[in-house]
């Protein structure tokens, strides 16, 4: 996985798992050749010092592993920087941000750390992060603008991208067909238009993981963005989604409810360890699905059952992905044996290793086709230009918090669109003013 930010159906596996079926073969990736450098300023200088790193698995085959890839970077990397020393600790996801902040509160941090973009706010706000612009030099071009993008505030980039996400609808041929349904789902209007039929047939036409212990980045949001919509104003310091898009976006929700397209208890709880409905065949199309989560219904599912489809689209076709970089701590001794080593693992080949060791998407177009001849993950990648990122605000997890029960009370019945709106409008602004 490369975050933290959901959990439940569409992470019922590790978001950090590999895709054993299709990842297998990077197991015997050779080590990283001596020409992966990209040029940057730092490399024209005369580098020394050490750095320290903390990252996080980012495979499924436990810590040792991890840290087996990354410590196999180093001697590559200080063949061209040998008075450069360099220190990784792999981390567990747990808490890690708390114990971020508390660390470099206390002067104890790591020089660089992998963060995802829905960090960068907090610690840029926080005076922490050194701008890192300068460590893409002339690959700059090479990497997508959406990831750049992600990853930077007020103009300013703070972390180097290295990798991302990508989402798209997955479907159940056997579920569909059982429904009298050929094709997945492309609109609000095809679920709509379908979820008799898999009524009917005893089923559900999707799932909505409306459990306030998820994250709005994989359920309500991506609805409202594809709707129009936008959670806060532009410049951040007020809801936004009290607004026309917001009101069609949960109305949606909410027929789903009423209609019995989705399973009510799961819509308002964790699904059970062993995936519930979704794994148990009941459900024909999930709306924000991951590779890893894909993998696990195909296997749940049948080895034929398996659909992959684009992202929905009602104005917008969009859904959320995390984008995850490695960032430079202002409070680095030596900055720029940090930046020497960021762009380093960045560069091609060390980041194609990282991507391939979790199933992720290239944020360099230069590596687009890295899973041309993969089954799975080829038929996600043509979709990774339609992710976008999430709220870019200290407030973003406060939001998340604020939010989720108001939409839980319209879906439940408990209050209509316009008035759950209406009164987390409200809240939200009172977070965002005391948190300017």
């Given at each position: 996985m490369a975050r933290d930010s959901s959990r439940g159906l569409t992470r019922a596996i590790s978001r950090r798992s590999i895709l054993k079926g299709t990842l297998a073969s990077t197991a015997s990736l050779p080590l990283i050749n001596r020409s992966a450098f990209a040029t940057s300023m730092v490399q024209a200088k005369q580098v020394s010092g050490s750095v320290s790193m903390w990252v996080y698995p980012l495979s499924s085959e436990g810590q040792a592993k991890d840290e087996a890839m990354w410590n196999d970077f180093i001697p590559d990397f200080r063949s061209k920087y040998p008075d450069v020393k360099v220190k990784v600790d792999v981390l567990p996801w747990a808490n890690r941000n708390q114990k971020l902040t508390t660390a470099l509160a206390a002067g104890a941090g790591p020089d660089v750390c992998y963060l995802n973009d829905d960090f960068i706010p907090q610690h840029a706000s926080d005076g922490n992060l050194e701008p890192v612009q300068d460590v893409l030099g002339e690959s700059a071009s090479d990497f997508d603008k959406s990831a750049l993008d992600g990853l930077s505030l007020d103009g300013k980039l703070y972390a180097v991208p290295i990798l991302r996400e990508v989402a798209a609808v997955i479907g159940n041929a056997t579920a569909m067909k059982k429904a009298g349904v050929t094709n997945l789902p492309a609109t609000w209007d095809d679920i709509l238009d379908i979820g008799p039929a898999f009524r009917d047939a005893g089923l559900y036409v999707t799932s909505y993981p409306g459990s306030l212990e998820e994250s709005l980045n994989e359920s309500f949001y991506p609805l409202l963005w594809e709707a129009g919509g936008e959670v806060l104003n532009e410049d951040k310091t007020k809801a936004a989604?009290?607004?026309?898009?917001?009101?069609?976006?949960?109305?949606?929700?909410?027929?789903?409810?009423?209609?019995?397209?989705?399973?009510?208890?799961?819509?308002?709880?964790?699904?059970?360890?062993?995936?519930?409905?979704?794994?148990?065949?009941?459900?024909?199309?999930?709306?924000?699905?991951?590779?890893?989560?894909?993998?696990?219904?195909?296997?749940?599912?049948?080895?034929?059952?398996?659909?992959?489809?684009?992202?929905?689209?009602?104005?917008?076709?969009?859904?959320?992905?995390?984008?995850?970089?490695?960032?430079?701590?202002?409070?680095?001794?030596?900055?720029?044996?940090?930046?020497?080593?960021?762009?380093?693992?960045?560069?091609?080949?060390?980041?194609?290793?990282?991507?391939k060791s979790g199933g992720y998407m290239p944020p360099r177009t230069s590596l687009r086709e890295m899973y041309k001849d993969d089954p799975l993950l080829s038929q996600f990648a043509p979709y990774t230009s339609l992710m976008r990122s999430g709220v870019k605000s200290t407030s973003a997890r406060q939001i998340i918090s604020s939010l989720a029960p108001h939409l839980q009370s319209a879906f439940l019945g408990k209050s209509s669109a316009e008035d759950a709106l209406k009164a987390a409008e409200k809240d939200v602004n009172q977070i965002l003013s005391r948190n300017s």
């Amino acid at each position: 996985m490369a975050r933290d930010s959901s959990r439940g159906l569409t992470r019922a596996i590790s978001r950090r798992s590999i895709l054993k079926g299709t990842l297998a073969s990077t197991a015997s990736l050779p080590l990283i050749n001596r020409s992966a450098f990209a040029t940057s300023m730092v490399q024209a200088k005369q580098v020394s010092g050490s750095v320290s790193m903390w990252v996080y698995p980012l495979s499924s085959e436990g810590q040792a592993k991890d840290e087996a890839m990354w410590n196999d970077f180093i001697p590559d990397f200080r063949s061209k920087y040998p008075d450069v020393k360099v220190k990784v600790d792999v981390l567990p996801w747990a808490n890690r941000n708390q114990k971020l902040t508390t660390a470099l509160a206390a002067g104890a941090g790591p020089d660089v750390c992998y963060l995802n973009d829905d960090f960068i706010p907090q610690h840029a706000s926080d005076g922490n992060l050194e701008p890192v612009q300068d460590v893409l030099g002339e690959s700059a071009s090479d990497f997508d603008k959406s990831a750049l993008d992600g990853l930077s505030l007020d103009g300013k980039l703070y972390a180097v991208p290295i990798l991302r996400e990508v989402a798209a609808v997955i479907g159940n041929a056997t579920a569909m067909k059982k429904a009298g349904v050929t094709n997945l789902p492309a609109t609000w209007d095809d679920i709509l238009d379908i979820g008799p039929a898999f009524r009917d047939a005893g089923l559900y036409v999707t799932s909505y993981p409306g459990s306030l212990e998820e994250s709005l980045n994989e359920s309500f949001y991506p609805l409202l963005w594809e709707a129009g919509g936008e959670v806060l104003n532009e410049d951040k310091t007020k809801a936004a989604f009290n607004s026309p898009e917001g009101v069609d976006a949960l109305k949606f929700v909410v027929k789903l409810f009423e209609e019995k397209f989705v399973n009510r208890d799961e819509g308002v709880t964790l699904p059970p360890p062993q995936g519930g409905v979704v794994l148990a065949g009941k459900v024909g199309a999930l709306l924000t699905a991951h590779p890893s989560f894909a993998e696990q219904c195909r296997q749940a599912w049948g080895e034929d059952a398996l659909r992959v489809g684009p992202p929905l689209k009602r104005k917008v076709q969009t859904t959320y992905s995390t984008i995850a970089g490695l960032a430079v701590f202002k409070a680095a001794k030596d900055k720029d044996a940090a930046k020497a080593w960021v762009n380093y693992l960045a560069s091609p080949e060390p980041m194609t290793r990282i991507l391939k060791s979790g199933g992720y998407m290239p944020p360099r177009t230069s590596l687009r086709e890295m899973y041309k001849d993969d089954p799975l993950l080829s038929q996600f990648a043509p979709y990774t230009s339609l992710m976008r990122s999430g709220v870019k605000s200290t407030s973003a997890r406060q939001i998340i918090s604020s939010l989720a029960p108001h939409l839980q009370s319209a879906f439940l019945g408990k209050s209509s669109a316009e008035d759950a709106l209406k009164a987390a409008e409200k809240d939200v602004n009172q977070i965002l003013s005391r948190n300017s």
